[in-house]
T-cell receptor, first 109, second 114 residues
Framework: GQNIDQPTEMTATEGAIVQINCTYQ??????LFWYQQHAGEAPTFLSY????GLEEKGRFSSFLSRSKGYSYLLLKELQMKDSASYLC??????????FGRGTSLIVHP | GAGVSQSPSNKVTEKGKDVELRCDPI?????LYWYRQSLGQGLEFLIY????????KSGLPSDRFSAERTGGSVSTLTIQRTQQEDSAVYLC????????????FGPGTRLTVT
């Protein structure tokens, strides 16, 4: 089976930096994805990691350590519009991504 | 270009009725997934289609749920004899084949069983 853990909720201040962690236990590994989901909307793709290390994309970066079963999403220069749920998804031995429950991020002024 | 579309956007049905949910994936995407999301919960995998291969139905919660994909494009998820616990948002996603490709999600169908 697969198990993916993320914090349920985080709060941060506009302009700050926030790190959202994800730990996973899977049978096999074929990549880890982060998605953003605003309330009432569909998830949208943010990042993909398959090798260890940091992937940077503008204000968002994602890190992966396969040996530790650990990833984080780093959001810099937070904006109010970043308030959303952030979903960690892992492709294990199959091609079917398994999603965590998501981390609800609240950005306040 | 057009994204993934789903219909209807909202469906209210009485307990015991059958419902059909439709998904139109992005043209050229051979992989198609159905998930459902209940309030405050993560995305629960239901079924996966890849090209002409037999679908992976391992996530279907009961035999009341079935899905088909005609001509490698449009997919229909059918729930028979709906129950109140079937109430959720049903999301469809499509992607190119291969593990590196991200999923593109449709807007979902909100199903309410009364």
């Amino acid at each position: 089976g697969q198990n993916i853990d993320q914090p349920t909720e985080m709060t941060a201040t506009e302009g700050a930096i926030v790190q959202i962690n994800c730990t996973y236990q899977t049978s096999g590994f074929n990549g880890l994805f982060w998605y953003q989901q605003h309330a009432g909307e569909a998830p949208t793709f943010l990042s993909y990691n398959v090798l260890d290390g940091l992937e940077e994309k503008g204000r968002f970066s994602s890190f992966l350590s396969r040996s530790k079963g650990y990833s984080y999403l780093l959001l810099k220069e937070l904006q109010m519009k970043d308030s959303a749920s952030y979903l960690c998804a892992v492709r294990g031995g199959s091609y079917i991504p398994t999603f965590g429950r998501g981390t609800s991020l609240i950005v306040h002024p | 270009g057009a994204g993934v579309s789903q219909s209807p956007s909202n469906k209210v049905t009485e307990k015991g009725k059958d419902v059909e949910l439709r998904c139109d994936p992005i043209s050229g995407h051979t992989a198609l997934y159905w998930y459902r999301q209940s309030l405050g919960q993560g995305l629960e995998f239901l079924i996966y289609f890849q090209g002409n291969s037999a679908p992976d139905k391992s996530g279907l919660p009961s035999d009341r749920f079935s899905a088909e994909r005609t001509g490698g494009s449009v997919s229909t998820l059918t729930i028979q004899r709906t129950q109140q616990e079937d109430s959720a948002v049903y999301l469809c996603a499509s992607s190119l084949a291969g593990e590196a490709y991200e999923q593109y999600f449709g807007p979902g169908t909100r199903l309410t069983v009364t």
